[in-house]
């Protein structure tokens, strides 16, 4: 079992930059693909990127060019790294964990989740 922890949300303005932090548990952390997520006010979850244990990452539309998913397995943590932020990126980010080598964009293919964190861009 995995427990994550996200930290480094906050209000920041338009086209700042803003790194968000998930802290895992576990010796077996390095196995999961790893995965941030994000849901606006009256929006489904959606993608924002997820890296394999191999650290091959993927993003997803909304932040292509935006954004950077890295990890670093000796510390049991995975980075977002968010640029040009935009009104539209609020919403609370969420860290997730998988075991499963498919379907990795999808909410339902990951078993653990942080409890978020908010990230507000005002205009």
């Known amino acids: 079992q995995v427990q994550l922890v996200e930290s480094g949300g906050g209000l920041v303005q338009a086209g700042d930059s803003l790194r968000l932090s998930c802290a895992g548990s576990?010796?077996?952390?390095?196995?999961?693909?790893m995965a941030w997520f994000r849901q606006a006010p009256g929006k489904e979850r959606e993608l924002v990127a997820f890296?394999?244990?191999?650290?091959?990452?993927t993003y997803g539309d909304s932040v292509k060019g935006r954004c950077t998913i890295s990890r670093d397995n000796a510390k049991n943590e995975v980075y977002l790294e968010m640029s040009s932020l935009k009104p539209e990126d609020t919403a609370v980010y969420y860290c997730?964990?998988?075991?499963?080598?498919?379907?990795?964009?999808?909410?339902?293919?990951?078993?653990?989740w942080g409890q978020g964190t908010q990230v507000t861009v005002s205009s």
């Open positions: 997730a964990a998988s075991l499963r080598k498919m379907a990795l964009e999808y909410v339902g293919t990951y078993d653990y």
């Open positions: 576990g010796p077996t952390f390095f196995s999961y693909t």
């Open positions: 890296i394999t244990s191999f650290s091959i990452p």
